[in-house]
C-alpha cells in the first residue's frame, strides 16, 4: 500500500498563500488520479481538488475554485496544492489520498490510502 507524506502547511495570514507538497512512498502514482481533502474541527472531511494520473484533468471544490492549483510530478512521485487568496475558512487539516481510478474525482470513497495530514491555520 502506498505511504503519503503531506507537507507544507502552517500558520498564515489571511490573503495569504502556502503551497503543500504530497510525497508517496511504497509504489509509484503514476498510474492513479490523486486527491486533496481537508477536515476542520467538528466538520466531515471536504473535497478540495483532484487530478487524474496524466494531469490532464483536473477538479476542484467550490470553495477553492479560482485560488488552489493542484499538480503532479509523477517523476517525483509527489503531489503539490498550491494555496492562493487564503481565507480562515481555509484552516483544515489538508490530506492527500491516492485513487483506485485514472481520472480525478470529488467523492473520498474512490481514494484509499491517507497521509497523516498537515495542519494549515489562516489568521486574520
Known amino acids: 500500500q502506498v505511504q503519503l507524506v503531506e507537507s507544507g502547511g502552517g500558520l498564515v495570514q489571511a490573503g495569504g498563500s502556502l503551497t503543500l507538497s504530497c510525497v508517496a512512498r511504497?509504489?509509484?502514482?503514476?498510474?492513479?488520479?490523486m486527491g486533496w481533502f481537508r477536515q476542520a474541527p467538528g466538520n466531515e472531511r471536504e473535497f478540495v481538488a483532484a487530478i487524474s494520473y496524466s494531469s490532464k484533468g483536473t477538479l476542484y471544490g467550490d470553495s477553492v475554485k479560482g485560488r488552489f492549483t493542484i499538480s503532479r510530478d509523477n517523476a517525483k512521485n509527489t503531489v503539490y496544492l498550491q494555496m492562493n487568496s487564503l481565507k480562515l475558512e481555509d484552516t483544515a487539516v489538508y490530506y492527500c489520498?491516492?485513487?483506485?481510478?485514472?481520472?480525478?474525482?470529488?467523492?473520498?470513497?474512490?481514494?484509499?490510502?491517507w497521509g497523516q495530514g498537515t495542519q494549515v491555520t489562516v489568521s486574520s
Open positions: 511504497g509504489r509509484a502514482i503514476s498510474s492513479s488520479a
Open positions: 489520498s491516492a485513487s483506485a481510478y485514472y481520472s480525478e474525482s470529488s467523492g473520498h470513497k474512490d481514494y484509499n490510502g
